[in-house]
């Protein structure tokens, strides 16, 4: 069954067009990456399938455009980690992490024992249950954005949208950031991530789906898709591409290339 299916999606943002005329469906419990150099459209992407930007064409969600939803309908169905963030004034963590059950709240509903579960279990689940209260402000880039990742985690929302969220991690909280976000898929949860590591995007996701300029140029499994060829032409790095035991594809590269190959 399909979470998302769109069909010819453009977006224009301040009079330049950054999404072309894309389809493609996304089925549920899978783990789809996101490809593509700088500026390929791939934040856009999110933020439309997130609700926040306008669109042309049809993005359904369920079967039901994305523009009809309500907001507090929509941010039970799904979540979008970004990969920064701003915040008007500090909170504490667990403060914060709490915010992330708002749309299961009437406007005068208190918070109930088990909310203040899931906060405990969410940042047990990001290594951060000793951080509870502790400034947000306080955190190192690699924190915050583990305990933005917890808020998701309580939101329960079926649907994950993760913008490059690996940016600021040293390489142990990587994995286990991603361990647990593939720990989500195998519950039967929905991923869209946008990777900035091929190999990580190999590693972890079940399809890739690889923007240029706006347009989809590749999209299937991640040793269909991850070939020296591609990673020439869209990456413009000469590379080999081998195969692991696994069967996940494997990187080697060997020199950049000149854009006008």
Do not use: C
Request: no cysteine; net charge negative.
């Amino acid at each position: 069954m399909s979470a998302f299916s769109a069909s010819d999606l453009s977006v224009s943002l301040a009079d330049k067009q950054i999404l072309r005329a894309i389809s493609f469906d996304v089925q549920e419990g899978r783990w789809i990456g996101l490809l593509g150099p700088n500026g390929a459209g791939k934040t856009t992407l999110l933020r439309t399938l997130s609700g926040l930007i306008p669109y042309d064409g049809s993005v359904l969600l369920d079967g039901t455009e994305i523009r009809s939803w309500h907001v507090r309908d929509l941010a039970r169905r799904l979540a979008l980690v970004r990969q920064t963030h701003s915040l008007s004034f500090d909170f504490r963590v667990d403060e914060l992490v709490l915010l992330g059950r708002s749309p299961h709240k009437s406007l005068l509903s208190m918070y109930e024992k088990a909310d203040y579960e899931l906060v405990d279990r969410a940042l047990k689940l990001v290594d951060l249950e000793a951080f509870e209260d502790r400034s947000v402000a306080s955190l190192s880039g690699g924190e915050q954005q583990r305990v933005f990742l917890a808020q998701a985690l309580v939101q329960e929302a079926s649907i994950l949208l993760l913008d490059e969220p690996t940016t600021h991690l040293d390489v142990h909280h990587q994995f286990d950031f991603l361990h647990h976000v593939k720990d989500y898929v195998y519950r039967g949860k929905t991923v869209i991530g946008a990777f900035h590591d091929l190999e990580l995007a190999a590693r972890f996701s079940d399809v890739l789906l690889v923007l240029n300029n706006g347009i989809i140029v590749a999209h299937g499994l991640p040793e269909e898709v991850l070939t020296s060829e591609m990673i020439a032409d869209v990456f413009h790095m000469d590379a080999v591409v081998e195969v692991s035991d696994s069967g996940r594809p494997i990187i080697r590269y060997i020199e950049p290339l000149t854009v006008n190959r």
